[in-house]
């Protein structure tokens, strides 16, 4: 059974920075797309960054030059490093994996979420 697990979340001030980890038990997970989504409260959920297995990134518009989305194929992990934190980014955020090679999906696997909170 497929496993996705975040970490990392948290309360910060705007500004600030915070650095999610997600663990994947995929067995095949460096050939698997993984990704960032968000959602904030009463919101849909968004795209927020991707990564593909030799390291091809794509990201939404307003994190671009903030957020840097990277991953570890020997520890099964993948990272989205967060700077210059805004309260309009907190959110819960998801790691996710695609069986496929698109960078927006479709997305076939999903975390539980962690709680991102920025404070202005």
């Known amino acids: 059974q497929v496993q996705l697990v975040e970490s990392g979340g948290g309360l910060v001030q705007a500004g600030g920075s915070l650095r999610l980890s997600c663990a994947a038990s995929?067995?095949?997970?460096?050939?698997?797309?993984m990704g960032w989504f968000r959602q904030a409260a009463g919101k849909e959920r968004e795209f927020v960054a991707a990564?593909?297995?030799?390291?091809?990134?794509q990201y939404r518009d307003s994190v671009k030059g903030r957020f840097t989305i990277s991953r570890d194929n020997v520890k099964n992990t993948v990272y989205l490093e967060m700077n210059s934190l805004k309260p309009e980014d907190t959110a819960i955020y998801y790691c996710?994996?695609?069986?496929?090679?698109?960078?927006?999906?479709?997305?076939?696997?999903w975390g539980q979420g962690t709680q991102v909170t920025v404070s202005s």
């Open positions: 996710a994996g695609a069986q496929g090679t698109g960078l927006l999906g479709p997305y076939h696997y």
């Open positions: 990564i593909r297995w030799a390291g091809v990134t």
């Open positions: 995929l067995r095949t997970f460096s050939s698997v797309v």
